[in-house]
């Protein structure tokens, strides 16, 4: 019988409510402006307060969702944990803590790299971002489309808050009498923080391990040669050592568990993109050259930043592997052919 990941929850929360998955841990779902349609938040009780994980993305809709969870709380926050400085993560964490007085909590590279992107710093800003694409084949009507787009960022974060606590890798948080260990992996973003409970066997996984979709790994213009996709990978790698009862909560999708089985099948994704990849370098191509390769249907200009963030990733890593090399021709693109 073929191994399967398990879902224990028939039901997903409605906006503005929560529901029970462990012994003091609620799920919420908020929802996002984009083809992925929503992100799941988490409370975890805290004595006589709570602690909330996640804050969701900065518009009304997410801010009206938690002054109905607040009202029906009945208790106050202690602290808020961001996962990581993606937007519909980090989004409301600052006007949370104004309205809640709790501090926040994430990782230093997290904090760092929430502050370069939404102030637009060079490497991290929209300009560099259209620079590195076009660099990379990308067709010039995309690249226009983007550049308009602007710093998509600050849309969905309208305040970034300017003090912290910070956490690092193997850290525990003693949140309701329980110690939640600091996981951090890499390749998603700076320095992402998933949170498991040995206690409760629970693992509040962030974007890191995702049930149903890959998470996206992509490479910032500050480091465009850099090997998200390798760092991801070893990230992923770590959960194994998890026990396969572990109930995995996912910021999207739902909670399940068997999270070996989800580490594998990620691991054979994307091995089986970078075969894809090895296949269409026979001869020389560029990032954007492969985009429909890698992604054979109608992507809108958000999708288009995330899909060209993953073919450089994936060329990036067979570069790293010496499996392509890297060339610069004479029109300026970068494209990558099979070394062998």
């Known amino acids: 019988m073929t191994p399967t990941l398990e879902y224990p929850f028939e039901l997903t929360p409605q906006a503005g409510e929560t529901s029970l998955v462990a012994p003091g841990v609620h799920w919420i779902r908020m929802p996002l402006p984009f083809a992925l349609n929503h992100i799941n938040l988490w409370l975890i009780e805290d004595g006589d307060s709570v602690a909330i994980v996640d804050t969701g993305y900065g518009i009304e809709a997410t ?48 904090y760092l790299g929430g502050h370069a992107l939404w102030s637009q710093l060079p490497g991290y800003d929209a300009p560099s971002m259209v620079a590195q694409f076009r660099r990379h084949g990308l067709d010039e009507a995309r690249c226009e489309a983007l550049a308009r ?7 969905g974060v309208p305040s970034l808050p300017s003090s912290y606590n910070r956490v690092t890798d193997g850290e525990t948080l003693s ?11 890499y390749g998603h973003s700076p320095e992402h923080m998933s949170l498991h409970c040995a206690d409760l066997g629970v693992l509040i996984s962030g974007d890191m391990l995702l049930p149903r979709i890959s998470t996206n790994v992509s490479v910032y ?94 060329l990036n890593h067979l570069a790293r592997k010496r499996e392509v090399r890297r060339l610069v021709e004479e029109d300026g693109i970068v494209r990558f052919v099979t070394s062998h």
Not at 149 to 155: F, H, L, Q, S
């Open 63 to 110: 801010q009206q969702a938690w002054e109905q969870i607040l009202d029906g709380l009945g208790r106050p926050v202690s602290r808020i944990i961001v996962t990581h400085c993606h937007p519909d993560h980090l989004g409301l964490a600052q006007w949370l803590s104004g309205r809640t007085g709790a501090a926040i909590t994430m990782t230093l590279g997290e």
């Open 221 to 314: 213009a500050a480091a465009p040669d850099d090997d998200a996709l390798g760092r991801f990978l070893d990230s992923i790698s770590g959960f194994k050592k998890l026990p396969a009862t572990t109930l995995v909560l996912p910021s999207h999708g739902s909670p399940f568990r068997n999270i070996g089985l989800r580490v594998d099948q990620l691991v054979e994704h994307h091995a089986a993109r970078c075969a894809e990849l090895l296949d269409a370098c026979r001869v020389p191509r560029s990032a954007g050259e492969v985009l429909a390769t890698l992604f054979p249907r109608e992507l809108d200009t958000h999708q288009v930043m995330f899909a060209m963030g993953e073919a450089i990733a994936h």
């Open 149 to 155: 787009r602007g710093n998509a960022y600050a849309r």
């Open 175 to 185: 949140i309701g009498g329980h110690d939640w260990r600091v996981i951090t992996g």
